[in-house]
T-cell receptor, first 116, second 115 residues
Framework: DAGVTQSPTHLIKTRGQQVTLRCSPI?????VSWYQQVLGQGPQFIFQ???????GRGNFPDRFSARQFPNYSSELNVNALLLGDSALYLC???????????????FGPGTRLTVL | GNSVTQMEGPVTLSEEAFLTINCTYT??????LFWYVQYPGEGLQLLLK?????DKGSNKGFEATYRKETTSFHLEKGSVQVSDSAVYFC??????????????FGSGTQLTVLP
């Protein structure tokens, strides 16, 4: 079975530009989360979506937005790029969102964004 | 808030040495605890997890025990291999009604195992 897929693998943009990153979850998974991993640090939570609704948002500016589509795939958009947005952007999917049992999040390989 | 503090790296060991990577946490609520591993150029893979106090997670020779009294989840392996060279992340997840189920990660520990 295919794991979480992300596209593109690498991306180079200049300051002020806009970028869209894409994620396809594991088949049957309905929840998608986005994380930013700056070099040398642990991933930081950006968004979580379940059934096309935003279920949580981390401490990121409004330049960051996301959405989830009816097929559960997701896009992360970042406007007005800054040098500090250079990072590995990770997408993770999980089977469900609700309930009190923790559900494992499966990560994709990430999109490496470089802002010049 | 929730936070995870990991032993600073990098850690360099010889093959077959004993490994310990320390992890402590603070959480509002009762967290589940995880260790993830990241190999060069790849995403994160779940290594092991524990969902309640005194649970021991184990996988591929790695072990970690959920210690509520010391708020710790230290990763151990009795005999490391060159193929264990990677970055290891400790993480927690707190489940509460209506809130996101995000993972909170530590800063990661780079492990290099020499032959």
């Amino acid at each position: 079975d295919a794991g979480v897929t992300q596209s593109p693998t690498h991306l180079i943009k200049t300051r002020g530009q806009q970028v869209t990153l894409r994620c396809s979850p594991i088949s049957g998974h309905k929840s998608v989360s986005w994380y930013q991993q700056v070099l040398g640090q642990g991933p930081q939570f950006i968004f979580q979506y379940y059934e096309k609704e935003e279920r949580g948002r981390g401490n990121f500016p409004d330049r960051f937005s996301a959405r989830q589509f009816p097929n559960y795939s997701s896009e992360l958009n970042v406007n007005a790029l800054l040098l500090g947005d250079s990072a590995l952007y990770l997408c993770a999917s999980s089977l469900v969102w609700r309930g009190r049992t923790p559900h494992e999040q499966f990560f994709g390989p990430g999109t490496r964004l470089t802002v010049l | 808030g929730n936070s995870v503090t990991q032993m600073e790296g990098p850690v360099t060991l010889s093959e077959e040495a004993f490994l310990t990577i320390n992890c402590t946490y603070t959480a509002t609520g009762y967290p589940s605890l995880f260790w993830y591993v990241q190999y060069p150029g790849e995403g994160l893979q779940l290594l092991l997890k524990a969902t309640k106090a005194d649970d021991k997670g184990s996988n591929k020779g790695f072990e970690a025990t959920y210690r509520k009294e010391t708020t710790s989840f230290h990763l151990e392996k009795g005999s490391v291999q060159v193929s264990d060279s990677a970055v290891y992340f400790c993480a927690l997840q707190v489940i509460s009604s209506g809130s996101a189920r995000q993972l909170t990660f530590g800063s990661g520990t780079q492990l290099t195992v020499l032959p």
